[in-house]
């Protein structure tokens, strides 16, 4: 004997328009929304980088002027 599974998420054509309209809303994903978290992401590490360069340049020099005060 087969043994049939019956679950909300099957492959089933006779599925009733909820179930069907649930199963549907799962798998749909905006690529725009992705595209443009990734934009912003890239943004974000080029401004965390650019600000941490600056720091670390900041505070070279501000110590070489102190040597060469001394």
């Keep these: 004997m ?3 599974i019956k679950d909300k ?3 089933n054509t006779n599925l009733n328009p909820q179930i069907r309209y ?3 809303r799962i798998k749909t994903t ?3 929304i992705l595209l ?3 934009k912003i992401e ?3 590490d080029f401004k ?3 600000y941490i ?3 670390m340049s900041l505070a070279v020099i501000f110590f070489s002027a102190i040597v060469i005060s001394i």
């Design 36 to 38: 443009n978290r990734v």
């Design 48 to 50: 965390k980088k650019l």
């Design 53 to 55: 360069f600056s720091m």
């Design 22 to 24: 649930f199963s549907d």
């Design 42 to 44: 890239k943004k974000n």
């Design 30 to 32: 905006n690529i725009n």
């Design 2 to 4: 087969k043994k049939i």
């Design 9 to 11: 998420y099957s492959l």
